[in-house]
Every structure is written in structure tokens, then in C-alpha cells.
């Protein structure tokens, strides 16, 4: 298939990009498939880095517990590595979005980005409750 055609929130994505300091991002299925990438990684590697990101996610999901209520829900983990971060945030029922930047980012700005982010894609993820439903044709 296309990329281009398969990618149609890529631009948002994209969009989120436009702070310093950021790398790649992708939108993923809580099972850990694409659903957007942006134009900065390849389809391959936001398909191998979605799959992480979705182990990563189950995971902090996992340990919400140790906050002390089991009952806490996940909404982010940022995670460190030598030459920068990986942001991955709630976006949406079964979606997740993650951005990764150099060491240099500011992150409390991208994390308030990629909030916003989940706002207006939120409005993408959600179908609209169909109103002919039961209708003869």
C-alpha cells in the first residue's frame, strides 16, 4: 500500500515536530500497530518502534500500582537514554502517541505539545455514531 495514502495523520504528527530538539514520531494501536508516523522515520521503523512503543506502554501500565492506588490510570512515561528521551502519552481509547527528541529538548514543552496533540487527534480517532442505523434503505 501506499505510504502516503496509509498515512493520513502523519501531517499532525508532523505538526508536533515543528518544536526543537524533536526526532520522530508515531501513532500506535494499543496492540501495537501503525496508525501514523512522521515524515522523519521510515514506515519500517515506525512499524519496529510502534511494536516497542506498545510493550513500553503495557508495561507502565502494569506498575501503576506502585503509585499506591492500583486503580491509577496511566496518561505518560518519559523515558531517558543517553542522547535523549521518548515521550509516549495516552492518546485516545486504545491509541498511543510517542515523540522522541535529543537531550536537548526542552520537555516540559513538548510534553504539553503532545497533549494538544491528543486533543485534536482525539477528534481524528473518534468515529462518529452513524444516524441511519435501523433505517430502511
Same mark, same amino acid.
Given at each position: 500500500?501506499?505510504?502516503?495514502?496509509?498515512?493520513?495523520? %502523519?501531517?499532525?504528527? /508532523?505538526?508536533?515536530? &515543528?518544536?526543537?530538539? +524533536?526526532?520522530?514520531?508515531?501513532?500506535?494501536?494499543?496492540?501495537? =500497530?501503525?496508525?501514523?508516523?512522521?515524515?522523519?522515520?521510515?514506515?519500517?521503523?515506525?512499524?519496529?518502534?510502534?511494536?516497542?512503543?506498545?510493550?513500553?506502554?503495557?508495561?507502565?501500565?502494569?506498575?501503576? %500500582?506502585?503509585?499506591? /492506588?492500583?486503580?491509577? &490510570?496511566?496518561?505518560? +512515561?518519559?523515558?531517558?537514554?543517553?542522547?535523549?528521551?521518548?515521550? =509516549?502519552?495516552?492518546?485516545?481509547?486504545?491509541?498511543?502517541?510517542?515523540?522522541?527528541?535529543?537531550?536537548?529538548?526542552?520537555?516540559?514543552?513538548?510534553?504539553?505539545?503532545?497533549?494538544?496533540?491528543?486533543?485534536?487527534?482525539?477528534?481524528?480517532?473518534?468515529?462518529?455514531?452513524?444516524?441511519?442505523?435501523?433505517?430502511?434503505?
Amino acid at each position: 500500500m501506499n505510504d502516503a495514502l496509509s498515512n493520513k495523520l %502523519g501531517w499532525m504528527l /508532523d505538526d508536533a515536530l &515543528r518544536m526543537p530538539e +524533536t526526532r520522530h514520531a508515531v501513532l500506535l494501536s494499543a496492540d501495537g =500497530l501503525l496508525m501514523a508516523h512522521s515524515e522523519r522515520i521510515s514506515r519500517d521503523d515506525a512499524e519496529r518502534h510502534a511494536a516497542g512503543m506498545a510493550g513500553l506502554q503495557s508495561l507502565a501500565r502494569s506498575t501503576a %500500582g506502585f503509585c499506591g /492506588d492500583p486503580n491509577t &490510570r496511566w496518561r505518560q +512515561t518519559v523515558t531517558e537514554f543517553d542522547g535523549g528521551y521518548v515521550f =509516549l502519552v495516552a492518546a485516545g481509547t486504545g491509541a498511543y502517541l510517542a515523540v522522541s527528541a535529543t537531550e536537548n529538548v526542552h520537555m516540559e514543552a513538548v510534553s504539553f505539545r503532545l497533549h494538544e496533540l491528543v486533543q485534536r487527534l482525539g477528534k481524528e480517532l473518534t468515529t462518529p455514531p452513524r444516524r441511519d442505523i435501523g433505517r430502511p434503505a
